[in-house]
């Protein structure tokens, strides 16, 4: 991204900066980017609007009215051709069907296929969300850091695109969403008969099942018009997701005003007085830093919790009123389901509406735990990301204002295990909660629901691992005098006193009785751990440095 095409200029201090309508020849917001290449300055004169993570997002929203298009118009086609238990299948058919490996691979790997799709459609329509939600809270004075939970956090106004109506909507979409394709993607078997009624040839191949395909479409292009609503209802600032951008244009727009004497004060020191501090040896963990921290990681655990709970009663069903079922042992245990593992079985009606209500709400309730579980871990990793990127400030190469979106979450390794995890979990619920998936004709037989319990407990010990990483992460406390922020807003303003494309953070002024620590757009020397810091604002006794 090249930054100098993106970058807002005015030369002014944050005190005295004008409204934005005031400014001189204002047109709109796009008329005041400049192609000359921005110099260091002390106030907010310059941020980065990043119309390159617009571009993206626009174009993520694009593909996925694309693809929800697709699945209502297939849907739809299924539906009218075969019924609402009707099936279309895909691929080239398998005439043994004594081998079945191949089939099942298909089958999973085509599953997992589809989840990846729809999390990479519900990732860009939650970006486009994130962002207009930030700026609702902003207009409303209520935005206090740069990460938040999307669905769980509301603007004011049941109407609102970004309010509590919609937003509860959004999450009944994203469970819909990641709850269907374990009912898509099934088995469709070709059975031939002769006059005598015998059995000709049998052969499956894998297909889609029509009514799912259709909820699925409807759910996605639901939430793309809920994201479009929220981005034209809210006057965006800047599309960036760095927190320094976000901060420079809300001081740009006197939206928050920078507060003098916290030079050295972290975002733990917000309920104290404020005022001279000395720097600290390490920094407050994200658990203690950040409100919604500490109810993200128990939900996780509870959700481990709930898992294992639900692994126990599967296995004492199974082992009490199923005689056919296997014993759990070592030899039984596998990651793919199979005919010897232990798991219990019930039937819900059969090709009526009333089956597949009652199939969904039995896939939604209990995947909706899961797709809530990772929704609110999104928090933990914007949050550490916020953090790391400040703490950029104090290295050789500095803190960059402008950075290439997709390149920031592949640096990140937070980023990328939560959206690798995200459709993996998914996926492996669907591997624990299985639908009899398989059509005779192109008509699905029945609604069969099965409950494995190995693939429970693989679940659990996957949800486990997940949760200890990021029970880990948001414990680790960083060390070093910077003072911790984690994206909090007005604790970015008052630490950085001059903004520049490339910041770095340190020792700027002995003084007497106090120091001044802050950024510059040069490399600045270590803070002195023995001398107490309060601000440039303090008084005339401040001596710069040479």
């Not at 509301?154 to 374990?182: D, E, H, V």
């Not at 950029?392 to 402008?402: D, E, K, P, V």
């Amino acid at each position: 991204m090249a930054a100098s095409s993106e970058l807002i200029e005015e030369n002014s201090h944050p005190s005295s900066l004008p409204a934005y309508n005031a400014l001189p020849g204002h047109q709109d917001f796009d008329s005041t980017i400049s192609d000359e290449k921005p110099t260091a300055v002390t106030g907010t004169g310059f941020y980065d609007r990043n119309l390159t993570s617009r571009r993206y997002a626009l174009i993520g929203i694009a593909c996925s009215s694309i693809f929800s298009c697709l699945c209502i118009i297939t849907g739809i086609v299924t539906v009218a051709n075969h019924g609402i238990v009707g099936v279309t299948p895909l691929g080239l058919s398998i005439v043994n069907l004594n081998y079945p490996l191949q089939l099942s691979l298909q089958l999973e790997i085509s599953t997992l296929m589809l989840v990846s799709i729809v999390t990479l459609c519900a990732e860009s329509i939650g970006f486009v969300h994130g962002i207009s939600l930030r700026s609702a809270l902003a207009s409303e004075s209520r935005l206090h850091f740069n990460t938040n939970l999307r669905l769980l956090t509301a603007a004011r106004g049941w109407r609102n695109p970004n309010g509590a109506l919609l937003n509860g909507i959004s999450i009944a979409l994203l469970t819909i969403s990641y709850s269907l394709p374990s009912l898509i993607i099934c088995v469709d078997q070709r059975v031939l008969h002769s006059l005598d009624g015998s059995i000709t040839q049998e052969s499956g191949s894998v297909a889609i099942a029509g009514l799912p395909l259709l909820i699925l479409g409807v759910a996605l292009l639901l939430q793309v018009m809920i994201a479009l609503s929220a981005m034209r209802a809210v006057k965006i600032l800047t599309w960036s997701s760095s927190p320094f951008d976000l901060v420079a244009a809300l001081v740009h727009h006197t939206q928050l005003t920078p507060a003098t004497f916290r030079c050295m004060r972290r975002v733990s020191d917000l309920d104290t007085c404020g005022g001279p501090a000395k720097p600290p040896e390490t920094q407050p963990s994200a658990w203690h830093a950040h409100p919604s921290i500490q109810k993200v990681i128990i939900f996780l655990w509870a959700i481990v919790a709930a898992c294992i709970v639900w692994a126990a009663i599967v296995m004492y069903i199974s082992d009490r009123f199923f005689s056919n079922g296997n014993a759990l042992t070592l030899q039984t245990w596998s990651f793919f389901r199979n005919s010897k593992g232990n798991d219990i079985m019930y039937d819900l009606l059969k090709g009526s509406p009333e089956g597949w209500i009652l199939l969904f709400v039995n896939i939604a309730v209990v995947q909706g735990l899961l797709t809530l579980g990772l929704h609110c871990s999104e928090l933990i990793v914007n949050v550490i990301r916020d953090e790391r990127q400040w703490r950029w400030a104090t290295r050789r190469q500095g803190l960059r204002m402008a950075t290439n979106p997709l390149v920031s979450i592949l640096n990140q390794p937070n980023c990328l295990i939560l959206f690798i995890a995200k459709p993996v979990l998914h996926w492996m619920f669907g591997l624990s909660f299985d639908i009899g998936k398989y059509a005779i004709n192109n008509a699905l037989s029945g609604f069969l629901i099965f409950m494995y319990t190995a693939q429970i407990w693989n679940l659990c010990i996957a949800l486990f691992i997940f949760a200890c990483v990021f029970t880990f992460v948001a414990l680790r406390r960083p060390s070093g005098p910077q003072p911790a922020a984690y994206g909090h807003l007005q604790t970015l303003a008052d630490l950085v006193d001059e903004w520049s494309p490339v910041m770095w953070w340190g020792h700027k002024a002995d003084g007497i009785p106090y120091c001044h620590a802050g950024t510059s757009d040069h490399p600045l020397p270590d803070v002195k751990m023995y001398c107490v810091y309060a601000g440039s604002g303090v008084g005339s006794s401040l001596v710069p440095l040479s």
